[in-house]
């Protein structure tokens, strides 16, 4: 019986049953993005994998030089950032939000500053840095706002008897 409840094909075929035409719409969509990311995701593995077998076998791969550090963390990062934003899509589709949660959003455009952080030209000009040290910080911030808030409203919650 445990199995039963814990099954998500099954979830998923009761939930559908009781959605309105716009949250089946919005269903498909995210089903169907989080296809198309995961198709992403497995083609850039592939030609990142491609790309550092080349580096170490052929082209005798030197860590220390910093133009291939940026090449191949800057598409590592791209990787990772697509794989969060796919997660936070197959949250969506499984129902566990009903949208694309503000936290999962800025969490992605901080991943996204740290990728460019990783993969910037040393002779960048001192405003550019700047900026993007400015826009990482108000995002942030922002993000620990917002997890604060919803710490609060945890411990608020009424708490159902052990």
């Known amino acids: ?19 309105s035409f716009y949250e089946r719409f919005e269903q498909v969509v995210a089903l169907v993005l989080s296809a198309v990311i995961a198709v992403i995701i497995v083609v850039s593995l592939i030609q990142l994998i491609s790309i550092v077998f ?19 963390f ?33 969490l992605i455009a901080l991943i996204a500053l740290a990728r460019k952080f990783v993969i910037l030209d040393p002779d960048v000009s001192p405003g550019k840095i700047a900026a993007l040290a400015g826009a990482t910080l108000a995002l942030g911030a922002t993000y620990w706002l917002l997890r604060e808030r919803d710490d609060r409203v ?9």
């Not at 039963?4 to 009781?18: G, S, T």
């Not at 080349?54 to 191949?72: C, G, M, R, Y």
Request: charged share 25%; proline share 5%.
């Open 74 to 106: 800057g598409m590592i990062m791209t990787l990772l950032i697509a794989m969060e934003f796919k997660h936070s899509i197959v949250r969506l589709a499984l129902r566990r939000d009903s949208i694309i949660q503000v936290k999962t959003v800025i």
């Open 54 to 72: 080349t580096l170490l076998i052929i082209e005798a791969f030197n860590p220390l030089d910093h133009k291939v550090f940026q090449s191949v």
């Open 154 to 162: 945890t411990e608020e919650a009424p708490r159902e008897p052990s």
């Open 1 to 19: 019986m445990k199995s039963e409840r814990l099954n998500p094909f099954r979830l998923f075929r009761d939930q559908w049953a009781v959605m």
